[in-house]
């Protein structure tokens, strides 16, 4: 890292650099791509949830005008199972056997000169199959099931003893509901071939593992795949595994030698992307009669597909949440012939944390305390599983802070004692955490002749604000005003990036750039402290800063030059300079690196007869470390809370039984949110920068959305009285 110094970050809420083109349309999506010759695909699937292809008729479809060739496991070429990254293996590739694992499961793919060829031809392939009896039930003991596969089971003290002997407890069985993460942009893949060499515009969360992944499975170098996702129409976690139509289309083209292009329906999207997995878990939670906790024993179920290795630790996040000296977290899975799911914004955090945050709400009620304060009370001043000081928590100050604007003082405590009219009023809370979590990055900052810059890396930016907060982070570092600095990213021969998820890539991304930044500005101080022509001769580049461009000694603004002197005088067109982050780990820094913090406040209404339940405000107070640009991190709040609305109220992918279809793959059935189920969103945040980063961030996408349905389940208990512990709510629940 340089030690360079700079202006510091600021975190003024600048529109969207990005914004002009996408109101436009000028920003490309990757279904906005055309290459000349390209042809088109569209996906057969299956109709049954398990057994055997015994045969796939496609006379028809390849008679069909326009149509160029059907694959389907006869005849598609054999492939290579990609790599384990760092989330996990890739789902195995398609159309390698005549084996049926899921409902909807791809069985051929028919590529054609039009889109519309292309889908009538589709409907005209047929196939035939041997039926075997599906397993679709979580809690069939028949399903093969999986124990903690990356060893993230927790154990501490004895939980079963101290549950026993505590002086009031808790012990519930809570669900939540498959949901699918159907971002506005249905998912598609343009994939060319020249030689060995493949150009893939793909809908991607990750460039990178795109790359390494298609290069594996066909066989070539890395370095002659390149991956291109300059916009991205929002993904949720879909974008984080390479599917098995990405690489259908790579394959077709290969097998065509031209350009296919494939574009999956909104039905496709709810078997082809993954979902989040629904969950059961049993819940048990003992205190003291003043309200200390003194066991947790947390324990999950949760579908994976037959051959697939996604893993979410639903209980997980229970050991770190609370101080409490026993706590015991397990997390089961069972193989069922569903279609893979993967992670969903908040992923696993968004199902245990419904649990454990109702879990303590009823405790509260059992104690006669109030919810606040039961989790005052229980405050972790330091990582309950490391014993280290936090690298930056500001927990407590989200509850107070959020008690006091929200009004929780004014809420009376028994259930069913506020009402509006016929109106049942409740109010409910929750605090939320979500994991630390950052990983290698690299990126690349020139500045030219002309005095302006550029900075490069190869991540993606799915509506989140990416491109925003790290133009603005180039100018800060570099001194420029943001109209001279232009930030690029969503293509794999950039400096590599890790994923946009998990709520780490603004500190891994913004780090990289940082020192990129930093690194420039040396190698320019360091070219004008030679030249004895210069204003900065003999400065050491340790010694300088950057104002309005100027670079000069720190303190001394009127003594410096600009980078086109420099550049000028040295007859260079650029210069460039390569940034690097790499997380510290905690043993490194004596800290427990921390996540996003939160505290959600809800206040419900519920109709006294007819069960209908509004959610009428939500205030979220996040602990977000360093805010790079507070506008687009807002954004983020509010669309997490949302999200959570739609987790907690209507959110539901139905599975058939006994057929394994999916019921509701549509968004004229599967509900979501709209804006009259949406009130207006306070979001406050708080805190200090966080000290295990260098510019002090964390990462906010997945911490608005926990924590928002134990906080609308809590305030429903308290409007109606009646805890329900399944998710959505729904009135025939109430009723």
């Known amino acids: 890292m340089s030690t360079v110094r700079s202006r510091p970050v600021i975190g003024a809420g600048v529109n969207r650099v990005d914004g002009p083109r996408k109101v436009t349309g000028a920003a490309p999506y990757p279904m906005d791509f055309h290459v000349p010759g390209q042809a088109y695909a569209a996906l057969v699937q299956s109709t049954i949830a398990a057994g055997r292809v015994i045969r796939v008729d496609t006379a028809a479809a390849e008679a069909s005008p326009g149509v160029v060739t059907v694959l389907t496991h006869a005849n598609a070429p054999r492939l290579e199972r990609a ?3 760092r989330l996990g293996a890739s789902p195995p590739p398609p159309l390698q ?7 909807g499961q791809h069985i051929a793919v028919v590529v054609a000169e039009t889109p519309e060829q292309a889908t009538a031809a589709a409907r005209l392939v047929s196939a035939e199959y041997e039926r075997t009896e599906p397993l679709l039930d979580l809690m069939d003991p028949r399903a093969p099931q999986v124990d903690d596969p990356w060893g993230m089971d927790h154990s501490r003290g004895d939980a079963v003893a101290a549950l026993t002997t505590a002086e009031v407890t808790v012990e519930e069985t809570y669900t939540t509901a498959d949901n699918t993460n159907n971002p506005l942009g249905p998912f598609a893949t343009l994939a060319s071939w020249d030689g060995d060499h493949l150009t893939v515009h793909d809908t991607t969360q990750w460039p990178f593992v795109v790359r390494s992944t298609l290069a594996t499975v066909f066989g070539v170098p890395e370095s002659s795949v390149r991956v291109l996702a300059p916009y991205v129409g929002g993904g949720f976690g879909a974008g984080l595994r390479v599917w098995p139509h990405v690489i259908l289309t790579v394959a077709a083209a290969r097998v065509l030698r031209r350009p296919v292009k494939l574009v999956l329906t909104r039905p ?12 059961v878990q ?7 009669r003043a309200g200390d906790l003194v066991g947790i024993d947390h324990r999950s179920i949760s579908p994976v597909a037959m051959e697939d290795e996604d893993y979410e630790p639903i209980a997980s996040g229970t050991a770190f949440a609370y101080h409490c000296e026993n706590v015991l977290t397990q997390d089961r899975q069972a193989h069922l012939n569903i279609p893979n799911p ?4 908040a992923p696993a955090e968004a199902q245990g944390n419904f649990a454990l945050e109702s879990a303590l709400d009823e405790l509260s009620y059992k104690l006669g305390m109030d919810p606040l304060e039961l989790r005052l009370r229980n405050y972790a001043e330091e990582h309950p599983v490391h014993s280290l000081p936090w690298s930056s928590k500001a927990l407590r100050e989200c509850y107070e802070v959020g008690a006091e604007r929200f009004g929780w003082s004014a809420r009376t405590p028994a259930p069913r004692s506020m009402r509006d009219g016929h109106w049942l009023i409740g109010l409910g809370m929750a605090g939320v955490s979500y994991p630390w979590y950052a990983a290698d990055c690299q990126a690349e900052a020139t500045v030219h002749r002309d005095g302006s810059a550029l900075v490069r890396s190869a991540a993606a930016d799915i509506g989140t604000g990416t491109y925003t907060v790290m133009t603005q982070l180039s100018a800060e570092c570099l001194g420029l005003p943001l109209e001279r600095v232009r930030f690029d990213l969503g293509d794999s021969d950039m400096p590599a990036a890790p994923q946009a998820g998990g709520s780490g890539l603004t500190a891994a991304l913004g780090n990289a750039v940082f020192d990129a930044c930093g690194r420039l500005v040396k190698r320019f101080a360091a070219l004008a402290a030679r030249d004895s022509e210069s204003p900065l001769y003999g400065v050491a580049p340790e010694s300088v800063e950057v104002t309005r461009g100027r670079i000069h000694p720190i303190g001394q603004p009127d003594r410096g030059e600009t980078y086109a002197d420099i550049l000028g005088r040295h007859d260079l067109m650029e210069l460039t300079a390569n940034g690097y982050s790499k997380p510290r780990s905690q043993d490194e820094l004596g800290m427990a690196l921390s996540g996003a913090f939160g505290a959600k406040f809800v206040e419900v209404r519920v109709d006294a007869d007819l069960g209908l339940i509004r959610v009428a405000r939500v205030l979220s107070v996040i602990d977000g470390g360093r805010i790079l640009n507070v506008k687009t991190a807002r954004s983020q709040i509010v669309g997490g809370t949302v999200g959570g609305i739609g987790m907690a109220l209507f959110e539901d992918t139905v599975t058939d039984a006994p057929s394994g279809r999916i019921a509701n793959g549509t968004f004229g059935d599967y509900l979501i949110p709209v804006h009259a ?3 207006d969103l306070e979001v406050v945040f708080v805190g200090d920068p966080d000290r295990g980063s260098p510019i002090g961030t964390k990462g906010v996408g997945e911490i608005g959305l926990v924590g928002v349905a134990a ?8 409007a109606t009285g009646k805890r329900i512990r399944s998710l959505p709510l729904t009135l025939d629940a109430l009723l």
């Open 342 to 345: 993967t992670s969903m914004r």
């Open 83 to 85: 790599p384990v990254n």
């Open 282 to 288: 049993r819940i048990a939670v003992g205190a003291t």
């Open 677 to 679: 189920d949406v009130p």
């Open 711 to 718: 906080a609308v389940a809590n305030a429903v208990h308290h």
């Open 268 to 279: 496709q999207m709810f078997t082809s992307v993954g979902h989040r997995p629904k969950s």
């Open 97 to 103: 056997d005549d084996r049926i694992l899921h409902h």
